[in-house]
């Protein structure tokens, strides 16, 4: 099987959030992915609860995210990204941690620095 670009999938993976393209964002993630983010204190999974996370900390606070930082293996990825929305502060600075199978997110952890 060919590697994933990596820079090319966080870039589409980006660019879905910030056009709050469900859709899109739910076919990056494999169908039974774990998704942890201890900011909110609550993993998501498989697409259901993924859609949840989205749906409520993207798109229900209008968030948009650039990317900062981005280093990489085969499998995995670190994002270091800026978020900006309706939240109260505003713009916060989070980390997004990837581990791909097949050429989809496995799993995620999600944090805010």
């Given at each position: 099987m060919t590697?994933?670009?990596i820079p090319s999938f966080i870039e589409k993976l980006i660019e879905a959030g910030n056009a709050y393209d469900t859709a899109t964002y739910l076919s990056l993630y494999h169908e039974n992915a774990i998704l942890d983010d201890p900011s909110v204190g609550r993993k998501?999974?498989?697409?259901?609860?993924?859609?949840?996370y989205f749906e409520s900390y993207f798109i229900g606070y209008k968030t948009q995210t650039a990317l900062k930082k981005l280093e990489?293996?085969?499998e995995d990825?670190?994002?270091e990204v800026q978020f900006t929305g309706d939240f109260p502060e505003g713009v916060v600075t989070g980390t997004f941690d990837f581990k791909f199978v097949n050429g989809k997110i496995a799993a995620a952890k999600a944090d805010l620095i």
């Open positions: 590697p994933i670009n998501f999974a498989g697409h259901q609860g993924i859609r949840e990489y293996g085969d990825a670190r994002l």
